[in-house]
């Protein structure tokens, strides 16, 4: 991890975050989360693991699904990057919509990068398999075991998509 005292040899980087232009000022490898949470105070995005295998400080970079834990900031310039915090739109209303009716939530702390990761599967995969639904939420974890409701969260929402879309 940076040592945010310690910034020689850092720069600034001009990231594009929730459709703003922020400046970061941080090395090149400093990753990701920490420019979100400690510079631009994104603190939506969660540390978790710091090794990119437990899903909580996921983000969309361009659209796609990333672990920002694992992303130095260097890599994502002239990219669109996208936050719990900035995650809008029709996909975005039926996810949150659908965690508070099913009640996904138990301690709370993986949800955003839970929800980050469903919001990427169901902007490309409208009508998600269990087996879709498995594939795209591998790689993150929930302590509290709550995968059961994840899944009809996901499948709520795009039940509520799939309405909004044929005009129901």
């Not at 040592?3 to 720069?11: P, Y």
């Not at 105070?41 to 990119?52: E, K, L, N, V």
């Not at 508070?100 to 939530?105: G, L, M, P």
Request: overall charge neutral; glycine content about 10%.
């Amino acid at each position: 991890m940076t040592d945010r005292n310690d910034l020689a040899g850092s720069a600034p980087f001009m990231l594009n975050i929730n459709g703003a232009a922020v400046p970061v000022n941080a090395s090149a490898d400093t990753p990701l989360l920490w420019a979100l949470r400690h510079d631009v105070g994104a603190t939506g995005t969660r540390f978790g693991c710091g090794m990119a295998l437990c899903g909580a400080c996921t983000v969309h970079v361009d659209g796609a699904p990333v672990r920002s834990c694992s992303t130095g900031v260097r890599t994502v310039v002239g990219k669109q990057i996208t936050t719990i915090e900035g995650l809008t739109g029709p996909v975005a209303d039926a996810l949150r919509q659908a965690w508070t009716t099913v009640d996904v939530a138990q301690c709370g702390y993986c949800q955003s990068g839970q929800i980050m990761s469903a919001a990427a599967l169901l902007a490309i995969t409208p009508a998600p398999t269990d087996a879709d639904i498995d594939a795209a939420m591998d790689g993150n974890v929930c302590r509290c075991g709550t995968y059961p409701r994840i899944r009809s969260a996901i499948k709520a929402a795009a039940a509520q998509l799939s309405e909004v879309r044929s005009g129901a």
